[in-house]
């Protein structure tokens, strides 16, 4: 399937996801949100929505792992947001650049 073709249904699946958070009151509160993280923690947000783990993103951008669980909490509470996995819709959402390369 081409990208293009399951956009409107990642959308969806988007939309809904994120509607269905009590704590998001709109797209808009989404993207402030995303403004708050760090430059540090954008990049984290990025790897782990591509299903990495701590360990691979801590050895990607020479951190420790404590330091990746530590950006990882930050921005579960800054995005407000209960799981790991949400990260990738917010992602979707809000950042428009490429995937960099695993």
């Known amino acids: 399937m081409s990208s293009q073709k399951s956009k409107p249904r990642v959308r969806r699946h988007l939309f809904s996801t994120l509607f269905s958070l009590p704590q998001v009151q709109s797209i808009d509160d989404i993207k402030k949100a995303w403004q708050k993280l760090s430059d540090r923690e ?22 420790s792992q404590k330091t990746v669980g ?27 650049s490429p995937s960099p390369p695993r």
Do not use: G, N, P
């Open 42 to 63: 954008k990049q984290v947000a990025r790897l782990a929505a591509q299903r990495m783990k701590d360990a691979e993103i801590a050895q990607q951008l020479f951190l």
């Open 70 to 96: 530590h950006h990882l909490s930050s921005i579960l509470r800054k995005l407000e947001i209960d799981s790991r996995h949400d990260i990738k819709y917010v992602v979707q959402l809000v950042d428009d």
